[in-house]
Antibody
Framework: EVQVVESGGGLVQPGGSLRLSCAAS????????MHWVRQAAGKGLEWVSG???????VYADSVKGRFTISRENVKNSLYLQMDSLRAGDTALYYC?????????WGQGTLVTVSS | QSVLTQPPSASGTPGQTVIISCSGS????????VSWYQQLPGTAPKLLIH???QRPSGVPDRMSGSKSGTSASLAISGLRSEDEADYYC???????????FGPGTKVTVL
């Protein structure tokens, strides 16, 4: 069974950093496109970043230069390094496996940026 | 402001058909596949439709997708109370070089 489990969320001050992790099971992260999608409370979905099977990465303009997506094949995990965090980054962050679309979603990890 | 446009709400009585539209441009829907997602209250989104009109296994055939030009639609037939949810369309956008979601449509079963 395909499963992704996010962790690493929490409360951080503006300008701070946080690293989100996503542990995958039932499939190989390096053989799948992987994404981070976020959702602010009461708002819609916003795609944040993706990494392809070749290792190529793409980012939403809103996070470009501040966030870095990566994966670790040995741990079969996906990561999102978030720097220079802003209040507008406050959201539930989902790790998503992409195959035909955004196929398999985790339950999310909450990031709150506040002083 | 999303580059994809959806109506904020849609409603119907049990058994009716509800159609949700998703309008874009040649940089997204016009040249790339559309997918649709259902998000029940308090839960993670679920893939309903991929590649414009394909249903993953387990998705009932009451859910159907279509695409024409720079617009796409999701039809929910035989509406049920458990269909009350938010529905999002998504596509790749070549101008933005990233994926985009529509703002979402809240479906209410009257």
């Amino acid at each position: 069974e395909v499963q992704v489990v996010e962790s690493g969320g929490g409360l951080v001050q503006p300008g701070g950093s946080l690293r989100l992790s996503c542990a995958a099971s039932g499939f190989t992260v390096s053989s799948s496109d992987m994404h981070w999608v976020r959702q602010a409370a009461g708002k819609g979905l916003e795609w944040v970043s993706g990494i392809g099977t070749s290792g190529s990465t793409v980012y939403a303009d809103s996070v470009k230069g501040r966030f870095t997506i990566s994966r670790e094949n040995v741990k079969n995990s996906l990561y999102l390094q978030m720097d220079s965090l802003r209040a507008g980054d406050t959201a539930l962050y989902y790790c998503v496996r992409g195959e035909k679309g955004f196929d398999d979603w985790g339950q999310g990890t909450l990031v709150t940026v506040s002083s | 402001q999303s580059v994809l446009t959806q109506p904020p709400s849609a409603s119907g009585t049990p058994g009716q058909t509800v159609i949700i539209s998703c309008s874009g441009s040649s940089s997204n829907i016009g040249n790339y596949y559309v997918s649709w997602y259902q998000q029940l209250p308090g839960t993670a989104p679920k893939l309903l439709i991929h590649t414009n009109d394909q249903r993953p296994s387990g998705v009932p055939d009451r859910m159907s997708g279509s695409k024409s030009g720079t617009s796409a639609s999701l039809a929910i037939s035989g509406l049920r109370s458990e269909d009350e949810a938010d529905y999002y369309c998504a596509a790749w956008d070549a101008s933005l070089r990233g994926h985009v979601f529509g703002p979402g449509t809240k479906v209410t079963v009257l």
